[in-house]
Each structure stands twice: as structure tokens, then as C-alpha cells.
């Protein structure tokens, strides 16, 4: 009697270890849950939206323009921008709020108002081998590449891309 208790503790004690594991390789290096704080992304991602991070994708690819990544901010807050600007391009935004890549205007449907304040893009941002150039969606209400603070995002810093809305219940979506 006492065996079989003893190889049944030692089963679940194996499960909980197993299941442990296990989550904590998806969180660390497959996907995370991340709740969006703020209005910085209105248009496309709303404040206390509960989203997916996938982790794993930009380590098979690089991230794509319009890509909506998530990077650290501080060592307690993650920022959630789209990418704009990709490595060794040039970014600037004029006067009347266009965005132009590689002296180039872009085409983009994601900020939905003029750019007020082009801030560090007012002349032209060199982008580095490994750094991107961010906007949130909400372009007059974000704190973003413009913002000397931020700047540049580094490859490495970036965590990963927002996958899926998966909270409000009635509005889960893939993001694209």
C-alpha cells in the first residue's frame, strides 16, 4: 500500500514539474499575454485589450514594416508601436505631417490624422543595421521614435510581435 502512494505521489509530483516546464518555456520564449495601457495604438488596438505576443516568429524572420511590436520601455513597462522605419532606411516627416521613407512619401491606412509634432523626424533619422522607427497609430496621442526618450528601436529589443486580441471577447481578432 505504502508503494503504490508513494509511486502515485511521485507521479503527480512529476506532472506538476512536467506542466511547470512546460509553461514556462512558452512564456519565455514561444508567446506571452500583455494588456495594452493607454490610447497610443486607438484605432486598432483599444486600452485594456488583452493580446498574445508571439516570441517566436522574428526568430525565424526579421519584423516586417506595419509590424505592431512590443519592446520595453522600462524595466516595468512594455510599449506596443508599429513599425514604420526598417534598418538603414531613412525616416522624416514634414511639415504637413507626411511620412516619407527613403525620401519617398509612404502609404499606410494606420494613422488616421496629420502628424502634429514630427518631433526627432522633423529632419531626417538615419536608421542603424539592427534599428527600427516606430508610431502608434494614435500618432498625436503616442509617445513613440519621435520621442528623443525612445528613439530608435534595437533588434534586440524588440520582444516580440502582437498576435492575436484575444480580451474584449467580442472583438478577438489575428492582428495583421
Known amino acids: 500500500m505504502k508503494r503504490h502512494v ?3 505521489g511521485c507521479k503527480v509530483i512529476l506532472y ?3 506542466i511547470f516546464l512546460l509553461t514556462y518555456l512558452l512564456v519565455h520564449y514561444v508567446g506571452q499575454r500583455t494588456v495594452v495601457i493607454g490610447e497610443s495604438m ?3 488596438l483599444q486600452d ?3 493580446l498574445i505576443v508571439d516570441k517566436i516568429s522574428y526568430r525565424l524572420h526579421e519584423p516586417k514594416r506595419f509590424d505592431i511590436i512590443v519592446f520595453p520601455y522600462s ?3 512594455n510599449y506596443i508601436k ?3 522605419g526598417l534598418p538603414n532606411e531613412t ?3 514634414d511639415e504637413d505631417g507626411v511620412i516619407y521613407i527613403n525620401g519617398k512619401e509612404l502609404e499606410e491606412s494606420y ?3 496629420v502628424i502634429q509634432d514630427a518631433g526627432v523626424a522633423s529632419s531626417q533619422v538615419t536608421l542603424g543595421a539592427d534599428e527600427y522607427f516606430v508610431l502608434g497609430d494614435n500618432r498625436n496621442n503616442s509617445r513613440d521614435s519621435r520621442d528623443s526618450d525612445i528613439g530608435n528601436i534595437k533588434r534586440k529589443d524588440i520582444i516580440g510581435r502582437a498576435w492575436i486580441r484575444i480580451y474584449p471577447f467580442d472583438k478577438i481578432k489575428v492582428l495583421n
Open 6 to 8: 508513494i509511486g502515485n
Open 16 to 18: 506538476f514539474a512536467f
Open 42 to 44: 486607438e484605432g486598432t
Open 48 to 50: 485594456a485589450d488583452n
Open 75 to 77: 524595466e516595468r513597462e
Open 82 to 84: 508599429r513599425i514604420i
Open 91 to 93: 525616416v522624416a516627416i
Open 111 to 113: 494613422g488616421r490624422e
